[in-house]
């Protein structure tokens, strides 16, 4: 196993998820991480009908920013050494319009 990836529901009222991946060194670079994160988004949105996506990383950890980056989050704020970031359904509908044309 190079590493997992989870999600969990932590706002039934609002729809709203958080998710979190951690993978073995061997398996950094290679794309796991994103395409891992890719499916996860779509799952959460798609099947499971959720309104918002979140998660943070260290500040330092550039290569997990990225991998959020790439999925189409968005850095909502900086805080005690953390960035925080989100996706909602309606950007994650954007891109996946926009990847079809």
């Keep these: ?3 997992g990836i989870s999600l969990g529901v932590v706002d039934h009222t609002r729809g ?6 951690l993978f073995q060194r061997s398996g950094w670079g290679q794309g796991y991480a994103t395409e891992a994160l890719r ?3 779509r799952f959460g949105f798609e099947e499971l009908a959720l309104t ?14 990225r991998v959020m980056e790439k ?3 968005h850095c909502e704020r ?12 309606e ?6 319009q926009h990847e079809s044309l």
Excluded: H, K, P
Excluded at 16 to 21: D, K, L, N, P, Q
Excluded at 52 to 60: F, G, Q
Excluded at 91 to 96: L, R
């Design 16 to 21: 709203e998820g958080a998710f979190s991946y």
């Design 1 to 3: 196993m190079i590493g």
């Design 39 to 41: 499916a996860l988004v």
């Design 91 to 96: 950007e994650w509908q954007e891109i996946v």
């Design 71 to 73: 999925c189409g989050f």
């Design 52 to 65: 918002r996506l979140a998660d943070s990383c260290d500040v330092r950890n550039s290569a997990s920013a």
């Design 78 to 89: 900086e805080q005690n050494g953390e960035r925080f970031y989100a996706l909602t359904a």
